[in-house]
Structure formats: structure tokens, C-alpha cells
């Protein structure tokens, strides 16, 4: 199957920084990726749908300012995560759409993000 | 609207013996629905999924499941357990044309000697 590519798997920040996390098709081209976040013991929650070249559509809940993407290729998107807080340590996984074939949708092997 | 009600958070077996997930769904269109796997430090890998077609729909490692509409279910099922097969298990539903997904909130799968 495709292979999506999420970078960093892990990552530990002070509060008030900046954290930003790529996903990467690396093998195919993506119009529409499409990031989550998971609480620990919870679903995956649908944050934002990207589409490249134009703005996310953000789920009804989820911040734009503290939740920044951009889809600025057909093979990466990038989530910053902005002045982040502890309320923001969560799974955060990204998914790209390949549109053609018989499994369409890929998903990145996750973020973990810890904010001291 | 669509919802997904995974009814267990938790299913233990011993390797070799069946397994059962349970997956219930709510959907305003004809449902497409998914069975992902989810293992510790890895990426969602998707087992199988209904679009309408076949109603039982068989997966990769084993795995199969049978649309049931009338009673808006989705089980995930296997006939014999093994120790790989412990990991996260989610069931998804997507509707209406689009690719928006919704997860259940998981099946902890425990694969015991």
C-alpha cells in the first residue's frame, strides 16, 4: 500500500513554544490529507480536512489560530501546533487521500506531543 | 449524522480460540464502514471494509466481518486468535459521498498464551 510519513513520532516542548509536525506521501500525490487527534482511551477526532493549495476546513470546536495547516504540495502538510499548552499533549495522526484505487485513504503512524 | 458505538473497550482471548468485536453504527446514507488496526508506535492499517457490495467482507490476516443493516451492525471477527493479533482495534464509518471518517473509540484487543 501507499506509505505515509509523519515526522516527529514524538515530541516534548515548553509551554508556549511552537511544535510542527509534517505528513508526507511519499509515493503517491495527495489533493486531501486530513489530520486527528487522539485523547488517550478515545476515538480519533477529525480536527481539519486540507486540500492543497487552498485553506483547511476546520471541525466545528478546533481552533485555526492554535491549529495551523498548510498544504503547500501535493505531498506535504504540516499541523503547528501554536503556543502550545499541557491541554494540547495528545496523539495527533495525519491521513492523506489518494483518490484512485481500492484503498484511497493512508494514515501516518502518529505524534505523540507532551507540552511540559 | 453518523455515529459508531465500539461495545467493548476491552476483549481479552487465549491464542487460538475466536475473536469477536463488537461494532455498532448510525448512519443518514448508505453506510461505507471500516475495520482499522492499530498497533503500539505504528500507523492505522486498514483490515477490510464494506461499500455496499458483499455483505461479509473478508480481510487481511484472517479477519472478516458481516454487514448486518437490520441490526446496524459491523462485527469484526476471527476464527483463531494469535499473539499478533494484539493491538488497537477501530470501527469507522464514513457517509454521504464524503471521506469524512468517524472512529469508534476502540477495541483494546489482549492475546493471551
Known amino acids: 500500500g501507499a506509505v505515509v510519513s509523519q515526522h516527529p513520532s514524538r515530541v516534548i516542548c515548553k509551554s508556549g513554544t511552537s511544535v510542527k509536525i509534517e505528513c508526507r506521501s511519499l509515493?503517491?500525490?495527495?489533493?486531501?490529507m486530513f489530520w486527528y487527534r487522539q485523547f488517550p482511551k478515545q476515538s480519533l477526532m477529525l480536527m481539519a480536512t486540507?486540500?492543497?493549495?487552498?485553506?483547511?476546513?476546520?471541525e466545528q470546536g478546533v481552533e485555526k489560530d492554535k491549529f495551523l495547516i498548510n498544504h503547500a504540495s501535493l505531498t506535504l502538510s504540516t499541523l503547528t501546533v501554536t503556543s502550545a499548552h499541557p491541554e494540547d499533549s495528545s496523539f495527533y495522526i495525519c491521513?492523506?487521500?489518494?483518490?484512485?484505487?481500492?484503498?484511497?485513504?493512508?494514515f501516518g503512524s502518529g505524534t505523540q506531543l507532551s507540552v511540559l | 449524522a453518523q455515529s459508531v458505538t465500539q461495545l467493548d473497550s476491552h476483549v481479552s482471548v487465549s491464542e487460538g480460540t475466536p475473536v469477536l468485536l463488537r461494532c455498532n453504527y448510525s448512519?443518514?446514507?448508505?453506510?461505507?464502514l471500516f475495520w482499522y488496526v492499530q498497533h503500539p508506535n505504528k500507523g492505522l492499517q486498514l483490515l477490510l471494509k464494506?461499500?455496499?457490495?458483499?455483505?461479509l467482507v473478508k480481510g487481511i490476516n484472517g479477519f472478516e466481518a458481516e454487514f448486518k443493516k437490520s441490526e446496524t451492525s459491523f462485527h469484526l471477527t476471527k476464527p483463531s486468535a494469535h499473539m499478533s493479533d494484539a493491538a488497537e482495534y477501530f470501527c469507522?464509518?464514513?457517509?454521504?459521498?464524503?471521506?469524512?471518517?468517524?472512529f469508534g473509540t476502540g477495541t483494546q484487543l489482549k492475546v493471551e498464551l
Open positions: 491521513s492523506a487521500y489518494t483518490g484512485t484505487g481500492d484503498e484511497k485513504l493512508f
Open positions: 509515493d503517491f500525490q495527495a489533493t486531501t
Open positions: 486540507s486540500n492543497e493549495g487552498s485553506k483547511a476546513t476546520y
Open positions: 448512519s443518514s446514507y448508505s453506510p461505507s
Open positions: 464494506y461499500t455496499s457490495a458483499a455483505t
Open positions: 469507522v464509518v464514513s457517509g454521504g459521498g464524503g471521506n469524512k471518517l468517524t
